[in-house]
Structures are given as C-alpha cells and as structure tokens.
C-alpha cells in the first residue's frame, strides 16, 4: 500500500473536509482587501492635464522603493463601493471622529450610515430621512438636498441645505434639531426680513464658534444664524450687485467660512451669480466687504465651490465659465493661478472643490467622473485617477483623521478611496472585518409569524411575512402613518403637553410674561408715578396745579335724576 500512488484531484480536494470535529471559521482578510484594490490609478507628469498618462504600476523609471513611496502619497489604492440612494448623490459629509457617515441625493432623502456596523457583504445605511417632510400636513413636498455639513466643534448638529428658504439643523442620528425662520418675501429691504426670502443654495459652519452657522441664499443675502435663536438671524450681509440691470441685487451661489489654524483673523467668503467674489472679516463687521472682485468669474455662471486654506491665505473656487482659480488674500485683485476645468454646475450646483487637510492639495471632481489632485501653487494636476468613469464627479471630500476621500456622482454612487498603509479606520476597518454569515432567517419572505401559533388547517401551507400581509403597518420616512385608517400622532412638543415649559414660553413668544399678570394691578402700581410725574398734564403743573373740572350745562343731568326719571 506505500508504493500506491493516487491521483491527486483538485476538485474532489476541495469538496472533502480539511479535518474532522469543529472547525474554527477564518476570514482571509488579506484576500479582502485586495479585491478592494482599484483596478486602475492613473497619474498625471507634465505641465497640463492632457501630459502623458500611465499606470503607476507599470512606471519602469522608478526603483521599487520610489514607486511604494509615491502609492503611499495618496490614498486612492483601494476603494468601498456604496449605493443607497437612487438618484445623483449632491453631498457627503463625514463627522470629526469618522465613524458616521451623511449623504444626501436629488431624490429627497438623507442616508445615515455608521462605519462600525458595516461589513464587506452588508453596506448599506441604517436610516433613511427625508429633511424637508413636515408633520402637521398631509400634503407633504419634497425637495433636493443641496448640502449635509457636520458641525466641527460640536458633531451632534449637521446643517442641511435643501432647495428651500428655510435651513435645518439635525442631530447626528437624523432627528430634526432646528428649522431657521423664513422671511417676509413682500419686504424689499432684506436688511428687515428675519429670514431668507427665498431658495437657500450654501451653507458652512462657524470655524471656532458651535452655535454659529452662515447660509447663502437667492435673495442676495448671507445671514448668520445662531442656533440657540432660530427665530431671527444674528447677522445678514446684503450682496449688492452692480451688473447693469440687476437692480443690485443677484443670487449668492457658494460661501466658506475658514480661521487659520496658527491663530488670526476668521475669513467669511462668498460667491454670486454675477461672477463677483467678496470677502468679510469673520467675527464682523459686515456693512462692506473687505475684499471685492466683481469680475472673479464670468457673469450669469453659476460658482459651485469655494474653500479657505487652512493656513488663510488662499481661496480657490470653481466657476461655471469653466475654470479653476486661486486668490491671494492678503493681494485680493487678481487670481494667482488659473485652470481650465469642464464644469458641471449647470445641471449639478452642488460641485464642490475643496483643500487637503493640510492644504498641500486641492481635489475637485471632474464631468468624465475622475478625481483631480492638483498643486495649489500652479493648479498642475498631481494625480488624476477614474471614479465613475462617464459619470460626472460631483463633490469630494479628503477626511483629517481617516485620511480617506469620499466623492459622490451622478450615478448614484458613492466612493469611499483609502489606503491600506495611510489610511485609519472608515472605509479601510470595513473591509478588515468578517463577511455577516447569511441566515435562512433573515429573508422576511421565507419566515412566519408564530406569535399566536399555528392552526392545523393551515399547516403545511407556504406563508409570508408579517410585512408582506401588512403593508400598510408602520410608518413612513416622514414619521406618517402608512395606514390612513390610523390617526397621525403629533410630535410632543412643549404645547402639546398639559403643562407648557415656562422656560420655552419666556424665550420664544413676546411680552409672555403678562400672562399671568393682573391687568389692573399692572396699572394701579404706576398711580404714584403717575400723581408726582404726570406725562400729558405736566404743561400746567405750575400755571393750574389744581385740575378744574366742567360743570354741568342745563342740558345735562347727574346721573341720580336719571334713573329718578325712569
């Protein structure tokens, strides 16, 4: 028998167990990461975007050592795929600590998504909000979300930007938090409108303050608000254009707000429709900008994206007139540098551009869907890689502490770029971690409810889920109920309970506080001030200090002969 030789068969190997009793179930985690690898890294060498490009694995100059080096600049070597919505995905916006994700999408809804409970087989989003669905109406409307940014002193709040005059302020589990107050759109003078008038386009948080947001609106105006007092804006800066026919007023497009990170003056940036830019002082005053340039960009263009340095002294924006420039702000005239870019703001506004967090790069998607690093010296592209090929890049967006890009498109996808060397948690712990064993149990259709037993007629007989017999228990993403035979509860509020909140009724509502005053003690306590410092008698106080009285003529009676004569 030990001169017998067997045929050796890989398939009846791998059919046959490797050994006996109870095996210990093993992730191959390094097989995991390479299928996340991206097929294709190109990169830009020369002095303009249409240089020679080349795969950087097959770059025969560079010694092994150099080409690991120059993988490890950026990382954009692996890639997590994830589609939750169904339309072009216009924002993304990652909290400080990178554990949670928000997108939000032209078909209405924001999806929150936490990176610790995703696995490489179950990438999807926990919650699904609508930002604009109000309660109290049945008629509900929905609009897009132009932008979802977390709040960086404070990530509990996230301000959303949906296509409508009023900004809301959410937690970081989707709640609402905070809706801004609309303005009186027949008031002309927007210095007297507690609110914007009109669709809101941009917003950005406060660099240093967290009770502090500035959005951008149509009515040509950027208002301060603070979230404590959403009643009324803090602050509001009118843009007035000087384009013939404007009537000085136009539409502001994009705002940033930046502080230098070695300490200094905060900088509030904003761009308008009439190809102007100006720049305020960020803690104020903002009767007149400090900085303007009327002709920043091509008039009656849409400027889709500004971002601040963080050491403040560049500003680059991203116009509809097809260009990239950077601006000196301490020489705030002409541009330092300027790029020919494809833009994509006529069909989506939202485009962005943004710095690294060191500001070495700046990143900035493209209409064919790739991902353009450039210099912020001369806006030579480092590196431009494919995305979403044919399908344009909307916003981009380089995370701090994970040191990951996360880029949203057209096609309803979004990209979360890392690198297994560079990069921390996010996207690249995702990936570490096992494959989510699929259970027969967790397809609703192939499950029944045994909550009350099973009856002997029945048995034996296919079943469905409780949902799928019930499709019209439980409620919808606005918080209505799907079934109309059930009353809408209303959200608790401090008027809806039996005893108002006191400290509520005192901030909000005017004058509250002769609610519960007696009108006639209110007025008697103002006798003695009245008797020693009269307002309207005072004249006569020295010529007739003693009050005469008419008396009565003939033709008048007391008022004891008329109820004598009756």
């Known amino acids: 028998m030990s001169d017998l030789e067997v045929e050796e068969e890989p398939g009846l190997e791998a059919f046959l167990p490797t050994g006996f009793g109870k095996q210990q179930r093993k992730t191959n985690t390094a097989t995991q990461v390479e299928l996340a690898k991206r097929k294709v890294n190109e990169r830009i060498n020369g002095s303009s975007q249409?240089?020679?490009?080349?795969?950087?694995?097959?770059?025969?100059d560079e010694d092994d050592g150099g080409s690991s080096d120059d993988e490890d600049e950026f990382p954009t070597s692996h890639e997590l795929l994830i589609k939750t919505h169904e339309k072009a995905v216009t924002t993304a916006t990652l909290d400080p600590s990178g554990a949670r994700l928000i997108t939000g999408s032209n078909d209405c809804t924001l999806k929150l998504h936490d990176f610790s409970s995703m696995t490489p087989t179950t990438v999807r989003a926990f919650r699904s909000v609508d930002p604009t669905a109000q309660k109290g109406s049945a008629n509900v409307e929905t609009h897009p979300v132009y932008q979802?940014?977390?709040?960086p002193i404070s990530p509990s709040q996230v301000l959303v930007v949906a296509a409508m005059p009023q900004a809301k302020v959410f937690n970081r589990d989707g709640e609402q938090l905070v809706t801004f107050v609309k303005g009186d759109m027949y008031l002309r003078d927007m210095h007297n409108t507690k609110g914007h008038v009109s669709e809101v386009t941009s917003g950005a948080w406060h660099p240093t303050s967290s009770e502090l947001c500035v959005t951008a609106g149509t009515d040509s105006t950027l208002r301060i608000w603070d979230v404590n007092n959403p009643r009324?804006?803090?602050e509001v800066i009118v843009h007035k254009s000087k384009s013939a026919g404007s009537a000085g007023r136009t539409r502001m497009t994009a705002v940033s707000w930046g502080s230098p990170t070695q300490g200094g003056n905060n900088l509030l940036v904003g761009a308008a429709f009439d190809g102007s830019l100006a720049m305020w002082s960020g803690e104020g005053p903002y009767n007149r900008p400090t900085g303007e340039i009327r002709d920043a960009h091509v008039p009656s263009t849409w400027t889709s994206g500004v971002d601040i340095s963080s050491d403040g002294r560049l500003v680059v924006t991203r116009g509809g007139d097809d260009t990239i420039k950077t601006w000196d702000t301490r020489k705030f005239k002409s541009p330092v540098a300027t790029l020919s870019h494809a833009s994509t703001s006529s069909q989506y506004p939202t485009s962005n551009i943004r710095f690294s967090p060191?500001?070495?790069?700046?990143?900035?998607?493209?209409?064919?869907?790739?991902?353009?690093?450039?210099?912020?010296?001369?806006l030579k592209a480092e590196l431009i890689t494919p995305v979403t090929p044919g399908s344009p890049l909307?916003?981009?967006l380089w995370h701090s502490k994970l040191n990951q890009i996360i880029t949203s498109s057209a096609n309803a996808e979004v990209h979360v770029l890392y690198s297994?060397?560079?990069?921390?948690?996010?996207?690249?712990?995702v990936m570490l971690k096992a494959p989510k064993r699929r259970h027969i149990d967790d397809d609703p259709n192939l499950t029944m409810d045994l909550s009350h037993g099973v009856s002997g007629d029945t048995a034996g007989q296919?079943?469905?889920?409780?949902?799928a017999r019930h499709p019209t228990v439980g409620m919808t993403a606005s918080g209505r109920s799907r079934d109309p035979r059930r009353p809408h509860v209303p959200a608790s509020t401090p008027f809806a309970k039996t005893q108002p909140?006191?400290?509520h009724i005192k901030e909000s509502i005017p004058l509250s506080s002769m609610r519960d005053e007696d009108p006639r003690e209110a007025l008697l306590k103002y006798a003695d001030k009245a008797a020693k410092e009269p307002m309207f008698t005072n004249a006569w106080s020295k010529t007739q200090p003693k009050t005469i009285y008419a008396d009565l003529s003939d033709n008048e009676q007391e008022p004891d002969a008329k109820r004598a004569k009756r």
């Open 394 to 396: 909307i916003t981009a």
């Open 501 to 503: 909140d006191e400290q």
């Open 50 to 60: 249409t240089g020679n490009v080349h795969d950087r694995s097959s770059d025969s």
């Open 420 to 429: 297994p060397n560079i990069s921390t948690g996010g996207a690249k712990a």
């Open 462 to 467: 296919p079943t469905t889920s409780f949902a």
């Open 232 to 234: 009324s804006q803090k």
């Open 358 to 378: 060191n500001s070495a790069s700046i990143i900035t998607g493209s209409e064919t869907g790739h991902l353009h690093i450039l210099n912020p010296a001369t």
């Open 148 to 151: 979802a940014t977390y709040n």
